[in-house]
Structures are given as structure tokens and as C-alpha cells.
């Protein structure tokens, strides 16, 4: 018999109780029990940055947390962060410069941005490439999406 | 043919073009950004099952008992089966066409059944409530094994002392030779011949979606609806029809959202033919969802080659021959239906492809090991064709103290030989390798970069600069796969209806695989009818939905999707403007149709807006003489026949630094300069290209599915087998010569896979122009630190 445990969040606002095995990973336990499928799963071994989602404002991988690591926390993901209007102006700068192709890895892409815009700092070209760094993008040569950071984050938008 | 009319038309004329050229953002991207995308795991359905396969982990391995008794006692397990119990269910294929002559492959079932012939290849599957269970009873099955001798080596399997496959007298799969006669001759008679073996590592697509599959059969039917990560629904459709014993009719294949393809969501697996066999089984819908292990060690990966090259050259400069030897493994299987035997003929075809000697001899030997199979990724041969020749061109024009841009010059075929017939028998419409390579140099700045590399060697800073021309298949016509029998479609078609408001609906069968072709299928439809590209949508992927087609793959989205919506958008127009004239009485001439309004031709005044077309035409048809029916919805098809391929040209260029002293390279800046006919949206075409780069240099920089001596795959995670990270990578300058093709109305040739074509060899020349100075030169890719370090120690 699998372990359970009861857990009580508050993902993207609105407080969700429920019994979770302990190997649950936050990703699948978004996917899965909430069906918040925004989220994706890539590699389910932290490398890949698909699944990105925030936590007590911090940025973590939902693959390499468990759910019930998950109680008593904030969880945003990119359904909430989209309804809130936060993501807007990346989302609106990807937009338009085609920073996405699949869109796969795009949730977890604008979770990475979105921590580097709220840091409120200028930086460049090569500070956002590190920053992102952790995000795998297999369509997109990066460019792009570079430019779109650099245009929100360094407000040139 | 004649180019499009108002308001498409050819290029250089002052008239308005509508979307076409235009960089507009793609309206499906909107969903993608909110995370309101819908992948196949995304789906939600009733009674779902989930699979998961036991997998070998022998290379090669008999079969010798498989207990499923406590698999089967574990909670929520539904069924746990063989390949024999499979099989029942789904007939096994062989991978071979008829137009590669010699082409052999055994029949492959969807669950291995006696012998797994890679580590990784399915031999029973696990179907539960959910994922996780169906894992936990995974590692319940108790499998004896009797291991065969497996054959890893590609040269030991040429040898033949081990035969992979009993049937077979040998472990060949496909060989060909090609000649042109002269090539001894040439030989003889050039004052230089330069030589290279060039040996290009196994790698795969790494899409960041694994292969997906939902499949849902309706027994009181008899139908099976599939939804799956593909790129190809109709060619699904036949499969699963003549697998499954399903009417074709019957079958409904849907792709959604895909999560990245690049040619590994194309071909026939097995777990995947093993989901839908399981669903007809079980009578409820069954999903497999491919993890990165299992998308390492069961998609197809690619290239593997081996190959000795030699070039004949005169004192001047001038090519006068090329010999080719190819080798390339591709794993126990043809895969099934386009076989594996392509990657290596397109080799054959396309080495030398840019330049104008007319002597050429090839050697191809394809060979089976017991590894995972190999087929058709992104650019099928094209980085291996670039990269033999243009190294072998950078080492000849080095021999003779040439420069590299100038020696190209020399050789690159005139831009007014056009039509011309290549030594290897391809034909060329119209390329522009002159063009492209002058708007290359001036584009990078070749002369200063040349200078500022002198000065910098002296600092001991070692930079390299390597150039890359390259040829490229795209829009291929029947002559790819049918001609060889292949039920894949080389025509495809597009239906556009006018809605009551005023609205455009489009629905090709071309699919999106994020490449934007739904985005540039609303600005060609958009402009064909005359209106704004917000009355526009766009719907792909379901074949019960959609005109039959091929789908995506070989560059041919834009160019034949296009055409299809360009041609259907026009007949709308005409149908629209016919109506029109009999509300409003007038002449049919004497109207058009712009911003979403019937106007007068010569005044441009309005006269009618397109909801009251629309509203007349469905609604009060009464109104209409008696003998008129409207007609809103039109079709057309459209496939490329005058050339087998719609060839296309470009060039790029890759400035690199290599630090001798611990081997790693850092990558400055990359170039690329690519005539793809009519170009519809700058920004996507840009993008795509700067992808197509960043997996090529993934291909010359990291990627190898590495494999032990008893073939096992060694790096199977993405910690370990590593792909290009916006960290490594440069920025990339990307230019366009337009030369459209003049087979179509819209001009297009394709442009998806010209990135990963030319970046692998333009890295290499880049990285030898670097070690030059230390006598260093590396030829086996991916050239990692530890490879260019073993060059240097030899040096």
C-alpha cells in the first residue's frame, strides 16, 4: 500500500485540500488531480525547466518536488499567473516576436522570465541567456526569446 | 505558369501584397502562451487506461519465458500482454519501398515476439488504471532471457561474421552505387587530390513532448479514434486501417498541439501501434505517453555514418571529381513505411550538390545492428552531405593556399546554368549560389573577420571561420515515397468556407507542429480572399476534418500547403464576387473584394460588407435568381510535379573561439544567408531557421546517443546526453535572396530543415579554421572538448 497523505495549498489563489501519495510529484499532482495541464512534464529529472511552476514566490521544478512538500505553500502556475494578467507583457512580447514555436516548454520559459523581470534590474543579452539557461527549447534558436525578455525586462516595450 | 493575381503577385512589383512577406505573430500561439494548449496527455476521457511497456535490456536476446502472475495480481491492472496476444490484434510490417532497389528489412511486430533485437525494443505491455500502477507492476514481470550474439559496429556488421536477421545471407539492408564514368580518369588527371573520412554520431530529436498517443475504439462501431503526436494523420490512418483491419473511413486521427516533431513523429512505432491494438482489445481507450528514457532508447534516432571522401581538384581551383564511400547503421529494422534506407541515398544524391564538376562515383552500404533504429530526422542526409563536402572543399582550397570564400566562388554552379542536371541526376529549377554567397560576406563582414582573426592568432586567441553552401530537398513531389509504393501522400489540400458573418474557415491537411504553418495558412488565406486575417481560422490535424495529404515533414508545409490554400482562397473569391454580382447587380469585373468588404474595382468604394454577402447567400438564398446556388466552400489540391524536389540554396557561416587548453569551443556568432523562394512571414521563416541552426550545432557540438560495446545506451537522460542551452549559444544573423518557384502560384520552397543542414559543417570548418595554426583538425562530430584535445596531443 502507497503512503498518503493529506495536504492543503493554495494554488493560484484558491485553497485545494487533498490526499496525495507521498511519491506524487508536484507537476503530476497539478496535471493530474487539478488538471491544471498548463504545466508540462519534459524530462521528470529537473533538467529541462517544462515544468516550472512557482512556490512561495520561488521558481522550483515541479518534477523534483513532491506534492506533499507542496503543503501549506502558494503555488502559481502559468493558468494563474495568465488569469492574474502578471505574465501579460512577456506574453504579450513572445507574442508578438514569435518567441515560441511548440509551445511546450513556454509555461516553464515565461515562469524563468517572470522571476528575472520581478528582480527588477536591467540586464543583458548575456545575463538573460544564463538566466534561461535551465529552460530547454528545441524549436526556437533561443533568439527570439531572448529579444523578448530583453525587450520586457530592460523595458524598451 | 503565371504569378497570383491582386492582391498576391510577383515580387518586385508595387502592388499590395496583403499578409504575404508580412512579419505578423501567429494567432495559435495565443493558447500556447496561456498554457491552454491541448498535448495528447492533456486530454481527459472517460475509463481511460494507460500502458507501459516491459522493454528488453539485452541488445539482443531470445525470449525464453515471460511470467506476468504477480504483475497481474498488482492493484489496478487490467491486462498485461505479449507480442503473441498483440499480434492478434495488429498485423507486422516491413519497411522497405520499391524504388530502393534491394531495400530488405524482416517483419516487425508491435510487441517483439521470440527475439528483441535492441535494448529497448517492447516486449510486453502493462495496461492499469493509472500510469503509476501500471509502472509498479512493471517491475513485477519476471522475463528469462537467452542473449545472442548482438552486432554494435557498423564495419563488423558490413563484415558479416554475426547475421543479425537468419533470413538474410548478410546484415545489408540497402546499398547503392552510383557513377557517372570519367571519375579514374578525373582522377588521374587532377593535380591535387585531397582525402577524408568524416564519421557523424547518432543522435535523435529530443522533443520536448515524448511521443504520444491516445487511442479510443468504439466497439459497437467498429471505429477507432486516434489521438496522436504526429505529423502525419492521414498516412496514421491507413496504418492503423490496414494493421488494425479497421475501414479506413472508420479511423479518425486528430493531432492537437504537438510538442515538436523535427521528423521523429512520423514514423511507425511499435509501442504506438501496441496502444491502438490495445484499445480495439480492451474495448476502452488506452494512452501511451513516451518518458525521456524511453524517447532516448525507442525514437528514431539518426545518422551514424562513416564516410570516406575524396576530391580531385586542378591546380586553379577547380573540382573536377568527387568518390564517396558511405557506411551508415541504422538498428534491426527498416522503419516502416519510409524506410531507413533514405538518409543514406540522400547522401548519394546530395554531396557536392552546390558545385559544378561533372564527375561523380558513390559507394553506400546501410547496414543492420542491434541498436536502436534509425529513420528520417530533421534534414535526412542533408548535414552529412554538407559536412563531407565542404570540409573536403575547405581542405583543398587550404592545399592550395586559396581562400575559402574564393575558392567556393569559383565552383559554385553559375546562377544563370539554370535548369541544370547534377552529376548524382537530381535537377535544379533555379538556385542562387552566387547570390547568397555574396550577401553572406558582406553580411558578416568576411574581409575584416579575416583580418581581425590575423591579429588575434598572434595574441594566441584562435578563432575559426567556416562557411557551409549547401543544397536542400524540400517540397518533394510523388518521386520521394510513392513511386516506391508508399501509401504517403505527396499532394495536399486545403477547404476554405466563407461563414454567414463574414468569416473564413481554412482546414488543410498540412499540420502544425508549431512551425506556424496554421499562422502563414491564415495570411495566405487571408489574402487570397481579401480580407483581415482576424476573420480568419485555421484548423489541421484531424482527418476527419481536413482534405487528405502528407502532413508535415521534408520542407514541404509552405510550399504545398500553401499553394493548396492559395488556390482554394482564390476560387473562394471568385465564388464571393459571383454572388455578390447578383445582389448587387453589377458585373462580376467590375468587383472586389477588400477589407472584408465587396468594393468596386476601379473606386475602391464600398459596396457591400461580407456579412451581408454571407447573410444573403445562406439565409435568403430566395433572393437570388432561380437558377444560381451559391457556392461558399471550395477545395483545392495541389501537388509539386514538374521536379521530383523543389531544390533550394543557401549558405552559412559560424565564427568560433577554441580555448586549446581545455578543448571547448564558444560559439560567436553564426550567419545564414537562404534563398526559399517567396519568403510569407520574415519572422517565422527566421526563427525557424535559428532552430534548424541551434539543433545542427547540437548535432556538431554535443549530441551522441553513445552506446557500450554490448549496446546498451549509455546516456539516456538529458543530464547526460545534452542538447544546445541558450547559454552556449550565439546570436544568429539570418538573410534571405528570394527566388521564387515557378511550379507554384505563391512562389514557396521550404525552409524548415535548411538550419540543421548547413550548421554541422559550417561549425567544423569553423573549428578546423581555428586549429589550423596548431596543425589540429577534427573530423569525427560532435567535436567535444575531449576530441579536440586528442587533436591537438596528436598535432
Redesign the interface.
Known amino acids: 500500500m502507497e503512503h498518503a497523505y493529506d495536504i492543503t495549498l493554495t494554488v493560484n489563489g484558491t485553497t485545494v485540500s487533498r490526499r496525495v ?1 507521498a ?1 506524487l510529484h508536484l507537476v503530476d499532482f497539478l ?1 493530474e488531480d487539478l ?11 529537473g ?2 525547466g ?1 515544468c516550472t511552476v512557482r512556490v512561495n514566490g520561488e521558481i522550483v521544478r515541479g518534477c523534483l518536488m513532491l506534492a506533499v512538500q507542496a503543503n501549506g505553500c502558494r503555488v502559481d ?3 494563474g499567473l ?1 488569469d492574474s494578467k502578471e505574465l501579460a507583457g512577456l ?1 504579450k512580447a ?14 516553464g520559459m ?1 515562469m524563468a522570465a517572470q522571476d528575472l523581470l520581478l528582480k527588477g534590474k536591467k540586464v543583458s ?1 548575456e545575463e ?3 538566466h ?15 529579444d523578448a525578455i530583453e525587450e520586457v525586462v530592460n523595458g524598451k516595450g | 505558369m503565371g504569378k497570383a493575381e491582386l492582391p498576391l503577385h510577383a515580387p518586385g512589383t508595387k502592388l499590395d501584397r496583403g499578409y504575404i512577406g508580412q512579419s505578423v505573430p501567429r494567432p495559435n500561439a495565443q493558447r500556447l502562451l496561456q498554457g491552454r494548449g491541448s498535448y495528447v496527455d492533456d486530454l481527459r476521457f472517460p475509463r481511460l487506461a494507460h500502458v507501459v511497456f516491459y522493454r528488453s535490456p539485452h541488445a539482443h536476446a531470445k525470449i525464453k519465458r515471460l511470467d506476468f502472475s504477480k504483475g497481474l495480481k498488482s492493484e489496478g491492472v487490467i491486462a498485461i500482454l505479449d507480442g503473441r496476444a498483440v499480434a492478434e490484434y495488429c498485423t507486422p510490417w516491413v519497411g522497405v519501398l520499391a524504388h530502393l532497389k534491394g531495400i530488405k528489412s524482416p517483419p516487425q511486430h508491435a510487441i517483439a515476439i521470440e527475439r528483441a533485437c535492441w535494448q529497448g525494443e517492447a516486449v510486453a505491455a502493462v495496461v492499469a488504471e493509472t500510469r503509476a500502477q501500471a509502472e509498479d507492476a512493471l517491475g513485477l514481470i519476471e522475463a528469462e532471457w537467452e542473449e545472442l550474439p548482438a552486432v554494435i559496429d557498423m564495419q563488423e556488421s558490413l563484415e558479416g561474421k554475426k547475421i543479425i536477421h537468419k533470413e538474410f545471407a548478410d546484415n545489408i539492408c540497402f546499398s547503392r552505387q552510383h557513377d557517372t564514368g570519367g571519375v579514374d580518369e578525373a582522377f588521374a588527371a587532377a593535380d591535387v587530390v585531397v582525402e577524408e573520412t568524416f564519421e557523424f554520431g547518432r543522435h535523435t530529436g529530443v522533443c520536448l513532448e515524448g511521443r504520444a498517443i491516445l487511442a479510443d475504439y468504439n466497439a459497437a462501431e467498429h471505429s477507432l479514434t486516434v489521438y496522436h503526436s504526429t505529423q502525419a494523420p492521414h498516412m496514421m490512418q491507413d496504418i492503423f486501417s490496414r494493421h488494425l483491419g479497421i475501414p479506413e473511413a472508420s479511423v479518425r486521427v486528430i493531432a492537437r498541439d504537438v510538442g515538436g516533431s523535427f521528423g521523429i513523429k512520423v514514423h511507425v512505432y511499435p509501442d504506438e501501434m501496441a496502444t491502438a491494438a490495445l484499445s480495439v482489445m480492451l474495448r476502452r481507450p488506452v494512452k501511451f505517453v513516451a518518458d525521456r528514457l524511453e524517447s532516448f532508447a525507442t525514437d528514431i534516432h539518426a545518422r551514424e555514418h562513416k564516410v570516406k571522401i575524396k576530391m580531385a581538384v586542378s591546380r586553379t581551383g577547380e573540382i573536377l571529381a568527387f568518390d564517396l564511400d558511405d557506411l551508415s547503421a541504422i538498428g534491426p529494422y527498416s522503419v516502416y513505411p519510409r524506410t531507413s534506407g533514405i538518409e543514406g541515398n540522400q547522401v548519394v544524391n546530395l554531396t557536392g550538390g552546390p558545385y559544378k564538376h561533372r564527375k561523380y562515383r558513390a559507394k553506400l552500404n546501410v547496414v543492420f545492428t542491434n541498436k536502436n533504429v534509425t529513420c528520417q530526422y530533421r534534414a535526412v542526409g542533408h548535414p552529412i552531405a554538407v559536412a563531407l563536402t565542404e570540409g573536403i572543399v575547405d581542405k583543398a582550397a587550404a592545399k592550395l593556399g586559396m581562400d575559402p570564400a574564393e575558392f567556393r566562388r569559383k565552383n559554385l554552379i553559375p546562377d544563370d546554368a539554370y535548369p541544370y542536371t547534377f552529376p548524382s541526376g537530381i535537377k535544379f529549377e533555379r538556385l542562387s549560389h552566387h547570390q547568397t554567397l555574396n550577401k553572406l560576406l558582406d553580411l558578416m563582414s568576411y574581409k575584416k573577420l579575416r583580418e581581425e582573426q590575423e591579429v588575434l592568432r598572434k595574441q594566441n586567441i584562435f578563432r575559426g571561420i567556416g562557411l557551409a553552401a549547401m543544397i536542400e530537398v524540400t517540397n518533394p513531389s510523388p518521386a520521394f515515397y510513392g513511386v516506391g509504393g508508399a501509401r504517403i501522400s505527396a499532394q495536399d489540400g486545403a477547404t476554405l468556407r466563407l461563414e454567414p458573418t463574414g468569416m473564413v474557415t481554412v482546414m488543410c491537411s498540412v499540420t502544425e507542429q508549431g512551425q506556424g504553418t496554421e499562422g502563414i495558412f491564415a495570411q495566405i488565406a487571408a489574402s487570397a480572399v481579401g480580407v483581415s486575417m482576424d476573420k480568419v481560422r485555421v484548423i489541421t490535424g484531424d482527418t476527419g476534418v481536413t482534405p487528405y495529404g502528407g502532413g508535415t515533414w521534408a520542407s514541404r508545409g509552405a510550399g504545398i500547403g500553401g499553394e493548396a490554400v492559395l488556390l482554394a482562397g482564390r476560387a473562394l473569391r471568385s465564388n464571393m464576387l459571383e454572388i455578390a454580382s447578383k445582389i448587387l447587380n453589377l458585373e462580376k469585373e467590375a468587383l472586389d473584394i477588400g477589407n472584408n468588404a465587396i468594393i468596386g474595382k476601379l473606386t475602391q468604394e464600398k459596396k457591400m460588407p461580407l456579412e451581408e454577402l454571407g447573410r444573403v447567400a445562406y439565409f435568403r438564398p430566395d433572393t437570388l435568381p432561380m437558377d444560381f446556388q451559391a457556392e461558399l466552400t471550395v477545395t483545392r489540391h495541389y501537388t509539386p510535379r514538374q521536379y521530383g524536389f523543389t531544390f533550394t540554396n543557401g549558405i552559412q557561416a559560424s565564427l568560433v573561439e577554441v580555448d586549446p587548453d581545455t578543448g571547448f569551443v564558444k560559439l560567436l556568432k553564426h550567419w545564414c544567408v537562404e534563398d526559399s523562394g517567396t519568403v510569407i512571414n520574415p519572422m517565422l521563416v527566421d526563427e525557424q531557421l535559428r532552430g534548424g541552426v541551434v539543433q545542427g550545432i547540437g548535432a556538431a557540438l554535443f549530441e551522441e546517443c553513445l552506446y557500450s560495446p554490448e549496446g546498451q545506451l549509455l546516456n539516456g537522460s538529458m543530464a547526460d546526453y545534452l542538447v544546445p542551452m541558450s547559454g552556449e549559444m550565439p546570436d544568429i544573423i539570418c538573410a534571405h535572396v528570394e527566388t521564387p518557384t515557378l511550379q507554384s502560384q505563391l512562389g514557396a520552397k521550404g525552409v524548415g530543415e535548411a538550419g540543421t543542414a548547413g550548421a554541422p559543417g559550417a561549425v567544423m570548418n569553423a573549428i578546423n579554421d581555428a586549429l589550423a595554426p596548431l596543425n589540429a583538425r577534427v573530423t569525427a562530430m560532435p567535436f567535444t572538448p575531449e576530441r579536440i584535445l586528442r587533436a591537438l596531443a596528436k598535432a
Open positions: 501519495p511519491r496535471r488538471e491544471l495541464t498548463g504545466s508540462h512534464a519534459g524530462c521528470e529529472h533538467v529541462c517544462a502556475t502559468i493558468e495568465s506574453q513572445f507574442h508578438q516576436k514569435n518567441a515560441l514555436q511548440c509551445g511546450f516548454c513556454t509555461p515565461l543579452r538573460i541567456r544564463t534561461i539557461s535551465g529552460n530547454y527549447c528545441r524549436c526556437t534558436g533561443y533568439q527570439a526569446i531572448v
